[in-house]
T-cell receptor
């Protein structure tokens, strides 16, 4: 079985401070892992993906995530938050050998305080 | 570049009515997916097409739901005899099968928000 757990439903940071959004996964197979972002009234956008290459993955808009197999984690980080980062973030798992559906976490709402 | 489009963006209907949503994928994408997202939750997979063939269906897809992709391009999702529990955002995504790649990025549309009164 595959699943992801997003440990925080809501994270609030001040503009210019670091962002940490936590995600733990479980998978019976070698997973592919992703972070998607959802801005209000916009479609889901892929931020970054891990597919068994480098464990530290760089994405768009300065976001990074590190795959840690020993901790079954894939936390999302950014050194300095911008106001435009305020959105809903989803950690997502996909079976490595090509199953086509994505399993989404429940999401973390990021608020950025000016 | 036109992304994935969905129509309508919003639909309000009365319980018991039928509704149909349309999804137009990115033109060269041969895979198309439907997801449902309820308030406060992440999207949940409903069904998937490769070209015109429906290859996978979730147990969430009750017999009141039917999806088609007749010519391997656009897709429709119909819900018959709607119930209040069907109220959700219905998301469509598409991807291009590049063969031998472990993951083909899915591009999402803006969704159709259904409200069943």
């Amino acid at each position: 079985a595959q699943s992801v757990t997003q440990l925080d439903s809501h994270v609030s940071v001040s503009e210019g401070t670091p962002v940490l959004l936590r995600c733990n996964y479980s998978s019976s197979y070698s997973p592919s892992l992703f972070w998607y972002v959802q801005h209000p009234n916009k479609g889901l956008q892929l931020l970054l993906k891990y597919t068994s290459a480098a464990t530290l993955v760089k994405g768009i808009n300065g976001f990074e995530a590190e795959f840690k197999k020993s901790e079954t984690s894939f936390h999302l980080t950014k050194p300095s938050a911008h106001m435009s980062d305020a959105a809903e973030y989803f950690c997502v798992v996909n079976h490595q050998t090509g199953a086509n559906n994505l399993f989404f976490g429940t999401g973390t709402r990021l608020t950025v305080i000016p | 570049d036109t992304g994935v489009s969905q129509d309508p963006r919003h639909k309000i209907t009365k319980r018991g009515q039928n509704v149909t949503f349309r999804c137009d994928p990115i033109s060269e994408h041969n895979r198309l997916y439907w997801y449902r997202q309820t308030l406060g939750q992440g999207p949940e997979f409903l069904t998937y097409f490769q070209n015109e063939a429906q290859l996978e269906k979730s147990r969430l897809l009750s017999n009141r739901f039917s999806a088609e992709r007749p010519k391997g391009s656009f897709s429709t999702l119909e819900i018959q005899r709607t119930e209040q529990g069907d109220s959700a955002m219905y998301l469509c995504a598409s991807s291009k099968d590049r063969g031998g790649v472990s993951y083909n990025e899915q591009f999402f549309g803006p969704g159709t928000r259904l409200t069943v009164l």
